[in-house]
């Protein structure tokens, strides 16, 4: 089971295209309508014998992954967060554990990164319209379907692990284990977070201009 990817919260819009590189902190609309928002209740949004999941516009993304185990991950915005430098609060119940920390988005590492911090990442940047999946069906995703995410706060290489999953496709002796939509995702993920990681993702003028995967 994988409720993260049915939770779509509210996406502002938003001019500024991320980058890794983290320009100084200041003032930002962002901050100020987070401050007012941040005086509102959060309220559970769904519920089961031993979790929650919350929503409200201060909420980044929450979900959870497994089965009878369910691991659970949100994050939040903090107080300190701005346009230019947003700042999440990840905390969570997994397999190992429950965790609970902040970092800065931007200093997020695809090559060695929880599942719970790719999620923020994955979200921070279909939020500010950056990352525009071409797979409806796949929309909010982390992870290409199938993919096992692991432990959610124990960190690991995802982009060789996408690559490993994609290299499954050719290694099989019969046929693929999934259609060819899913390794077309899988390929459109691994080029989202391998352009982040190098620093250089989305300096483009448009966001659809974002991305040029080829499928």
Known sequence: MNIGALLNFAMPDATTLPRRSRPASGPSAFSESLTAEQE???????????????????ILCSGGVGGADVQTYEAEFTAGSTDE??????????????????????????HNAS?????????????????????????????PCGM?????SKKRDFIGGI????????NSSHYPKYGPDIYAH???????????????????DEPEKALAVSL
């Open 186 to 204: 899988a390929r459109e993920l691994l080029e989202v977070y391998q352009e982040f990681s190098r620093g250089t993702a989305f300096a483009f």
């Open 85 to 110: 430098d947003p700042v999440v609060r990840i905390r969570g119940t997994a397999n190992s554990g429950e965790f609970d920390f902040t970092c800065h988005i931007r200093d997020i590492d695809p």
């Open 40 to 58: 509102k209740p959060v309220h559970r949004f769904i519920q089961g014998p031993d979790f929650f999941l919350r929503m409200g516009e201060n």
């Open 115 to 143: 599942y719970a911090e790719l999620a923020a990442l994955n979200r921070w940047l279909c939020r500010t319209g950056a990352y525009q999946t071409k797979f409806p069906g796949q929309a909010g995703s982390v992870l």
């Open 148 to 152: 096992d995410c692991g432990d959610v």
């Open 163 to 170: 690559q490993n999953f994609i290299a499954s496709a050719a």
